[in-house]
């Protein structure tokens, strides 16, 4: 089994910043890739930004320039630096983690889900 669990999130004011936490632990073998996504009510998870574990990154338009994700290979965990915050990104933030459970005929690849942290950006 694999756990993913985000942390973070809470109330901040426009132009303020709040980082986002996301561990993934249990009988992984390896981590290909980590990432958030972020959802409002009545809208599809929309991508944020996803690190692999070469270090490459990809974000959405809506948020280069503000957001920085980064992952820690060693402890399996991902942050998302999220600046200059503004109305429009208040949503629950899902982590998700890309891995190998496993080894051999044994081994599996899947997506892992947390189950979400609320941002509001909100004076």
């Known amino acids: 089994q694999v756990q993913v669990v985000e942390s973070g999130g809470g109330l901040v004011q426009p132009g303020g910043s709040l980082r986002l936490s996301c561990a993934a632990s249990g009988s992984i073998s390896s981590v290909f890739a980590m990432g958030w996504r972020r959802q409002t009510p009545g809208k599809q998870r929309e991508r944020v930004a996803s690190?692999?574990?070469?270090?490459?990154?990809d974000y959405a338009d809506s948020v280069k320039g503000r957001f920085a994700i980064s992952m820690d290979n060693a402890k399996n965990t991902v942050y998302l630096q999220m600046n200059v915050l503004k109305s429009e990104d208040t949503a629950t933030y899902f982590c998700?983690?890309?891995?190998?459970?496993?080894?051999?005929?044994?081994?599996?690849?899947?997506?892992?889900w947390g189950q979400g942290t609320q941002v509001t950006v909100s004076p």
């Open positions: 690190i692999g574990n070469n270090g490459v990154t």
């Open positions: 998700y983690a890309f891995v190998k459970t496993g080894s051999g005929t044994a081994a599996y690849t899947d997506y892992y």
